[in-house]
């Protein structure tokens, strides 16, 4: 069965630091994988997909930014955080499960800037 | 952007009772996902819609995938305290990128 990791689970930064979160998915291959922030516990905002390794489509414009360098890993990245980077951040991939495909999230990190 | 109007945004009920709640989309989508998420974690898929018209349920759970293919709905029946959370509409195209409702927070007084 398929399984996705995010670490860390939480992170507190000062403004101004950089930032690596990274994902990676477990028993399945070429995924689609994707990036959100969840602020203040409602809404879903999705910051990045890839549907392949290097492949790398921005949704959101910011001081963010990801990589897919193996095609079971994503990283969300940031040469310099803001207060406004602050929120909760999923990842999930789009694969098949059985004769249907759907999306699963990882559990989280939540991130605090300050 | 494509955008979801979920509601009601928040309820709060007894325990026992039932729940509705909905999703509606001025476009037409392929997929509807019903997602549930506790406090500080992922939000949990609980049903996948694929087709005009299907009617699926999951234990307590019931959602149909409107004939329109503009709208869903997610019943909850004999609501019980762990039913707490965020209830997430999704729907998607045929990009593989899905659009997310802002979310019905439920609470459960036993």
């Known amino acids: 069965s398929q399984t996705i990791h995010q670490w860390p689970a939480t992170l507190v930064q000062p403004v101004g630091s950089p930032l690596s979160l990274e994902c990676t998915v477990e028993?399945?291959?070429?995924?689609?994988l994707y990036w959100y922030r969840q602020a203040a516990g409602r809404g879903l905002q999705l910051l990045f997909y890839?549907?392949?390794?290097?492949?790398i489509s921005s949704e959101v414009p910011q001081n963010l930014s990801a990589s897919r360098p193996q095609d079971r890993q994503f990283i969300l990245s940031s040469k310099k955080l803001l207060l406004s980077d602050s929120g909760f951040y999923l990842c999930?991939?789009?694969?098949?499960?059985?004769?249907?495909?759907?999306?699963?999230f990882g559990p989280g990190t939540r991130l605090l800037v300050l | 952007g494509q955008q979801l109007n979920q509601s009601p945004q928040s309820m709060f009920i007894q325990e026992g009772e039932d729940v509705s709640m909905n999703c509606t989309s001025s476009s037409i989508f392929n997929t509807w996902l019903w997602y549930k998420q506790d406090p500080g974690e992922g939000p949990v898929l609980l049903i996948a819609?694929?087709?005009?018209?299907e009617l699926t349920s999951n234990g307590r759970l019931t959602a149909q995938f409107g004939i329109t293919r503009k709208d869903s709905f997610l019943n909850i029946s004999a609501s019980i305290p762990s039913d707490v959370g965020i209830y997430f509409c999704s729907s998607g195209g045929s990009n593989y990128k899905l659009t997310f409702g802002k979310g019905t927070l439920l609470t459960v007084n036993p």
């Open positions: 819609l694929y087709k005009a018209g």
């Open positions: 999930a991939w789009w694969g098949q499960q059985g004769a249907r495909e759907t999306q699963y």
């Open positions: 890839s549907v392949g390794i290097g492949q």
């Open positions: 028993g399945t291959s070429n995924p689609n």
